[in-house]
């Protein structure tokens, strides 16, 4: 067998007939350069990507900055959201509500007294820790049966193939 090599983007990969550890290893030796190769681009991408984001950020505060003082001297139109057009863009300021923090564990008792209609209560199924506590087997139609034969309800479940992976060294 040859030596492993880069296999260019418009190469069909061809099935090869594995039949010895030396075919399986040079396979293993071209899946890792290609992991190899993308982890490298994908490094300089996110680093060009990065370097890019900041001075995109740099320069929309410095335009910010230079335009917030301009806005406020020239007409604008609208109420919550003022806004000035121009041929170059708009520029626009929106009344923010405030952000509000809620801690419900002080917030329930009262709203209990003052007003329940407000104050929700959910259920929901504990599905993972039954499944942890219970043995059930699928049903050929994709339900599940308890080790009685009894059908649980509103649970589906989709059998899935076996996953082959490879990890490279």
């Not at 007939?17 to 075919?23: E, F, P």
């Not at 917030?68 to 020239?74: Q, S």
């Not at 209609?117 to 308890?146: C, L, M, R």
Request: net charge negative; proline share 5%.
């Amino acid at each position: 067998m040859s030596e492993a090599r880069m296999i260019p983007e418009e190469e069909e990969l061809q099935e090869v007939a594995v039949l010895d550890d030396a075919s399986a290893e040079m396979i293993l030796r071209q899946l890792k350069q290609a992991e190899d190769q993308y982890d490298r681009m994908k490094t300089w991408y996110d680093h060009q990507i990065a370097n890019l984001k900041e001075i995109r950020d740099r320069t929309r505060a410095w335009a910010e900055t230079c335009l917030r003082p301009y806005f406020d001297m020239v007409p604008t139109t609208g109420k919550k959201i003022r806004s000035y057009e121009m041929p170059g863009g708009v520029l626009k300021l929106a009344k923010q509500d405030p952000e509000y923090e809620v801690t419900d564990a002080e917030m329930v008792p009262w709203l209990k007294a003052n007003s329940p209609e407000y104050v929700k209560i959910k259920e929901e199924a504990a599905w993972g820790e039954w499944k942890k506590d219970h043995k059930f087997t699928v049903t050929s139609d994709g339900g599940i049966a308890t080790e009685d034969g009894e059908i649980v309800p509103g649970v589906k479940a989709t059998v899935r193939p076996d996953k082959f992976t490879i990890k490279c060294k």
